[in-house]
């Protein structure tokens, strides 16, 4: 089992930064694929960024590239999501999630989210 905490969330304005982390129990951090995923109200939840175990492979959603970072630390066991130049439309509850495959199906575990609100 592993739990997820996600910090880091809160309002920006347009143009701003923010950086999310996740903290995961468990000694087993390393194995996971580890997400970062988006909900915006009355839309589904979206994938935004992955990052392999080691952290050689990651992906981002077309609208997050060259703005969003991830980042994982498994001596910590954390993963990160550094965000710059944000939009309103990135404006979202974040979720941090463990798994072994890239996407919202191949994720097993999740944290509760935490909010993101970017203003005009």
């Known amino acids: 089992q592993v739990q997820l905490v996600e910090s880091g969330g809160g309002l920006v304005q347009a143009g701003g930064s923010l950086r999310l982390s996740c903290a995961a129990s468990?000694?087993?951090?390393?194995?996971?694929?580890m997400g970062w995923f988006r909900q915006a109200p009355g839309k589904e939840r979206d994938i935004v960024a992955t990052?392999?175990?080691?952290?050689?492979?990651?992906y981002y959603k077309d609208s997050v590239k060259g703005r969003f970072t991830i980042s994982r630390d498994n001596a910590k066991n954390t993963v990160y999501l550094q965000m710059n130049s944000l939009k309103p439309e990135d404006t979202a509850v974040y979720y941090c999630?463990?798994?072994?495959?890239?996407?919202?199906?191949?994720?097993?575990?999740w944290g509760k989210g935490t909010l993101v609100t970017v203003s005009s």
């Open positions: 999630a463990a798994g072994d495959r890239a996407t919202i199906a191949g994720m097993y575990y």
């Open positions: 990052i392999s175990g080691s952290g050689g492979i990651t």
């Open positions: 468990g000694r087993t951090f390393s194995r996971y694929v």
